[in-house]
């Protein structure tokens, strides 16, 4: 069964103090792993895509890494407005008359401290 | 600012009432979605119009039907809803179904149901 598993459900760092959240994944085929953050009452805003193992992508504090069974987000030196719901979803490849589409984790709540 | 609208932000309503949903897409994409995120569950997929014809319907309760009127707009209306069907809706878009396109999200209609 495909599935997604994020970890941990909850981190909570202090300014500057750098982490990195999981995405471990479980899937027939990937076409792509997506990662969005999500502020309170907001929906998911698009941070990246990796679509093949050793991929990378940054993004300001942010950078994004593939293999064959996980993903991680390396955040470096966060700040207070990082705080957010980080969320991992991974695309399948379509098969036959089936529409690829997203499988979501529960998502990471990062809390960051002045 | 998203390229995807929707409205109303918030929705109260009883057990018996109708009401509806909207979502607007600027993007010029060919595909919506509806998602339904309740708490401490991921994300999950409701329906998919692709060129306004609906794709897939993952096995959702009838009391929710989807209107796909054009590429740009996208309704869900709601009767007879339980309370356990209050969450947080969701609508995305992307260019195509196929393909390695990005899916883009509106802020979401937090739904009550009391």
């Known amino acids: 069964e495909d599935q997604v598993t994020q970890s941990p459900e909850a981190l909570r760092l202090q300014e500057g103090e750098s982490s990195s959240l999981n995405c471990s994944y479980t899937?027939?085929?990937?076409?792509?792993l997506f990662w969005y953050r999500q502020d309170p009452g907001k929906g998911p805003e698009f941070l990246f895509t990796?679509?093949?193992a050793g991929e990378e992508k940054e993004k300001e504090r942010l950078k994004a890494t593939l293999t064959k069974k996980e993903s991680f987000l390396h955040i470096t030196a966060p700040k207070p407005e990082d705080s957010a719901t980080y969320l991992c979803a991974v695309q399948r490849v379509n098969y036959g008359g089936s529409q690829g589409n997203l499988i979501f984790g529960k998502g990471t709540k990062l809390s960051v401290k002045p | 600012e998203t390229g995807v609208t929707q409205t109303p932000r918030h929705l109260v309503m009883g057990m018996t009432n109708k009401k509806s949903l909207k979502c607007e897409q600027h993007?010029?994409?060919?595909?919506m979605y509806w998602y339904k995120q309740s708490a401490k569950k991921p994300l999950e997929l409701m329906f998919v119009?692709?060129?306004?014809?609906?794709?897939e319907n993952n096995s959702v309760p009838s009391r929710f039907s989807p209107e796909c009127p054009n590429s740009s707009h996208l309704f869900l209306h709601l009767h007879t809803l339980q309370p356990e069907d209050s969450a947080l809706y969701l609508c995305?878009?992307?260019?195509?179904?196929?393909?390695?396109?990005?899916?883009?999200f509106g802020e979401g209609s937090w739904l009550t149901v009391v």
């Open positions: 119009y692709n060129f306004k014809e609906q794709t």
């Open positions: 899937v027939s085929g990937l076409r792509g």
């Open positions: 993007l010029g994409h060919n595909a």
């Open positions: 990796l679509y093949s």
């Open positions: 995305a878009s992307s260019q195509s179904l196929g393909g390695y396109d990005t899916i883009y």
